[in-house]
């Protein structure tokens, strides 16, 4: 199972990026696929996840601004950031964990309920 996540670079606050991962190595259609984001010097945090349209869960501080997909179809899930605040400067990581008989969107907001992790895309706002 490999995660490749893409998309990231240099924008002004106020701008957009679209993050995109790419899953491989079997189908996700049941996993939950999430985004973490680590700024520097500090610890890895939630940002949204998917399972469903009907399962999406967002941390507040992306709420409004941050869009979650995924187009199972082509095994990849993307991230739409709108609204971009420096404070959004960090590696995003994209995340995967099979949900079949059991979800619940705390559990699914926290770095160890996953197994699969891509390798992260750097996100810089500047002001």
């Known amino acids: 199972v490999q995660l490749q996540a893409s998309g990231g670079g240099l924008v002004q606050a106020g701008g957009t990026l679209r993050l995109s991962c790419a899953a491989s190595?079997?189908?996700?259609?049941?996993?939950?696929l999430g985004w973490f984001r680590q700024a520097p010097g500090k610890k890895r945090e939630f940002v949204a996840h998917?399972?469903?349209?009907?399962?999406?869960y967002y941390a507040d501080s992306v709420k409004g601004r941050f869009t979650v997909s995924r187009d199972n179809a082509k095994n990849t899930v993307y991230l739409q950031m709108n609204s971009l605040k420096p404070d959004d400067t960090a590696v995003y990581y994209c995340?995967?964990?099979?949900?079949?008989?059991?979800?619940?969107?705390?559990?699914?907001?926290?770095?160890?309920?996953?197994?699969?992790w891509g390798q992260g895309t750097e996100v810089t706002v500047s002001s």
């Open positions: 995340a995967a964990q099979r949900a079949i008989t059991y979800y619940s969107s705390t559990y699914f907001s926290k770095e160890d309920a996953y197994n699969y």
């Open positions: 190595g079997r189908t996700f259609n049941s996993d939950v």
């Open positions: 998917i399972r469903r349209s009907d399962n999406i």
